[in-house]
C-alpha cells in the first residue's frame, strides 16, 4: 500500500532561519516523490519533485530511499514562504501509465517576521 | 494558457440532495482527475479519466458517486444523494497526456480552484 506521512500539521520559523518539512513514504516499489504547495487564495501547484533534483525558490528535497524520506529544506525562510504544503508520492504502476497522486496531510508554514 | 476552470465554487445543500460539478481541464490534456479534499487532510483520488475512459476509479463511492468525461474535454461529478461526510472541497487535475515509468520525466498536474461542498 503507498501512503505519505507528513508529522507536522503546523510549523512555524522566523525569518530567516532554516526550515525543514518531512514526508515519509511507505511503497514497495520505485516511488517518484512530489512537494506540492498551496498559497493563501491560490491553487494548488507542484513545487518540486525529486527526479528533476532542482532548487525552486530556494526549497530543496533528496529522497532518502533507506529512510524512505523526503524532507523539503530551505536554508533561509521568507515571509513569502508561509502556505500550506503536501508531500506526493506516485508509485510504478502498470507498464506505460501513471499512477494516481497518494497526498501526505499537508503542513502549515508559518514565517514569522 | 488558461488554467483547469470549474464550477460552481462554492455550493451548499442539504442531505439527501444531488449535486453536480463541472471541470474544463487545459487545452489538450488527455488525463483528467478529480480529488476530493476533507478539512485537514491531503487530496484523495476519487476517478482518474484517459480521454473518455476510466483509468481508475477504486475509491469512487459507487453507490453515490459518479463522473463522466463524454467527449473527452470536459468533466462532470455528481453526488445522488449526498451526506453529511461528503462536506469537502472537489478538486479537478489534469495532466497533458501519459508518463512512462523507467525514469522518465513524471508530467506536473495541474489543479483546479476547487468546489467547496457543504452537506447540512
Known amino acids: 500500500a503507498q501512503r505519505v506521512t507528513q508529522p507536522e500539521k503546523l510549523l512555524s520559523v522566523f525569518k530567516g532561519a532554516p526550515v525543514e518539512l518531512k514526508c515519509n513514504y511507505s511503497?514497495?516499489?520505485?516511488?517518484?516523490l512530489f512537494w506540492y504547495v498551496q498559497y493563501s487564495r491560490q491553487r494548488l501547484q507542484l513545487l518540486l519533485r525529486?527526479?528533476s533534483r532542482e532548487s525552486i525558490k530556494g526549497f530543496t528535497a533528496d529522497l532518502n530511499k533507506g529512510e524512505t524520506s523526503f524532507h523539503l529544506k530551505k536554508p533561509f525562510a521568507q515571509e513569502e514562504d508561509s502556505a500550506m504544503y503536501y508531500c506526493?508520492?506516485?508509485?510504478?504502476?502498470?507498464?506505460?501509465?501513471?499512477?494516481?497522486?497518494?497526498f501526505g496531510q499537508g503542513t502549515r508554514l508559518t514565517i514569522n517576521p | 494558457e488558461a488554467g483547469v476552470a470549474q464550477s460552481p465554487r462554492y455550493k451548499i445543500i442539504e442531505k439527501r440532495q444531488s449535486v453536480a460539478f463541472w471541470c474544463n481541464p487545459i487545452?489538450?490534456?488527455?488525463?483528467l482527475y478529480w480529488y476530493q479534499q476533507i478539512l485537514g487532510q491531503g487530496p484523495k483520488l476519487l476517478i482518474q479519466?484517459?480521454?473518455?475512459?476510466?483509468?481508475?476509479d477504486s475509491q469512487l463511492p459507487k453507490d453515490r458517486f459518479s463522473a463522466e468525461r463524454l467527449k473527452g474535454v470536459d468533466s462532470t461529478l455528481k453526488i445522488q444523494p449526498a451526506k453529511l461526510e461528503d462536506s469537502a472541497v472537489y478538486l479537478c487535475a489534469s495532466r497533458p497526456g501519459w508518463i512512462f515509468n523507467s525514469g522518465g520525466l513524471a508530467d506536473t498536474q495541474y489543479f483546479g480552484p476547487g468546489t467547496r461542498l457543504t452537506v447540512l
Open positions: 506526493a508520492l506516485s508509485g510504478s504502476g502498470l507498464r506505460g501509465r501513471a499512477q494516481k497522486l497518494v
Open positions: 487545452s489538450g490534456h488527455a488525463t
Open positions: 511503497y514497495s516499489g520505485s516511488p517518484e
Open positions: 479519466f484517459q480521454n473518455n475512459g476510466v483509468v481508475d
Open positions: 525529486h527526479i
